[in-house]
């Protein structure tokens, strides 16, 4: 197909187009309607984004992305240290707080196990998550996975794993759907889903 546009606005709707949710068509109205809101949209959007890449860091106790290490969620002491939440990846955290499902600590994994995808267990932030539910203030451990395939094999291996240190495991209730990935869920159903757990 013949470029329409030079080749800077042809990159910007490249670069757009890989964002998730974004096709070939939305990332060319994104575009569009971006460089129309130069002043108001692209720079502000340009001064944002520079800052995001500068300051944004990964917390090295949960895995979750902010700005401050440990991270806001670690730092606020109105969280239950007794509850540690395992999640695959930071999306999923944040879905579960937009929900106020839970008051608990977090965990990232960065992923799950995964045969197909070549993920196996030191990939992911497992040996952390023992050590931290191991290290004696932690009572559950709530297993908030996307019920895939992977998913719930991710689940029965970190069970397997925290069996020896005498910790309820548990995990969302029916509430999230086969296949279901907890980022695109109401905040009703997660939150009917963390009221629900069961053990494993």
Do not use: F
């Not at 090295?60 to 969280?79: K, S």
């Not at 397997?160 to 759907?177: M, R």
């Amino acid at each position: 197909m013949a470029s329409i546009a030079g080749p800077e606005i042809e990159r910007l709707i490249q670069l757009l187009g890989q964002v998730p949710g974004l096709g070939p068509r939305s990332a060319r109205r994104a575009a569009l309607h971006l460089i129309k809101k130069r002043e108001q949209l692209l720079s502000p959007l340009t001064d944002a984004m520079q800052m995001a890449r500068e300051k944004i860091i990964t917390c090295e106790t949960c895995g979750n992305i902010d700005t401050l290490a440990p991270c806001t969620l670690c730092r606020d002491a109105r969280r239950d240290e007794t509850i540690l939440v395992v999640v695959e990846d930071v999306a999923d955290l944040w879905a579960l707080e937009r929900a106020s499902a839970t008051n608990g600590r977090y965990h990232v994994l960065g992923g799950v196990l995964s045969a197909l995808d070549g993920i196996g267990p030191k990939d992911l932030a497992l040996d952390q998550l023992v050590a931290r539910a191991s290290s004696g203030g932690v009572r559950e451990v709530i297993l908030a996975l996307n019920a895939t395939v992977d998913g719930q094999t991710t689940a029965h291996y970190i069970t397997e794993l925290l069996s020896p240190y005498g910790i309820t495991v548990t995990k969302l209730a029916h509430g999230v759907p086969v296949g279901g990935e907890l980022d695109y869920l109401d905040e009703g159903t997660l939150s009917a889903a963390m009221r629900q757990r069961t053990a494993l």
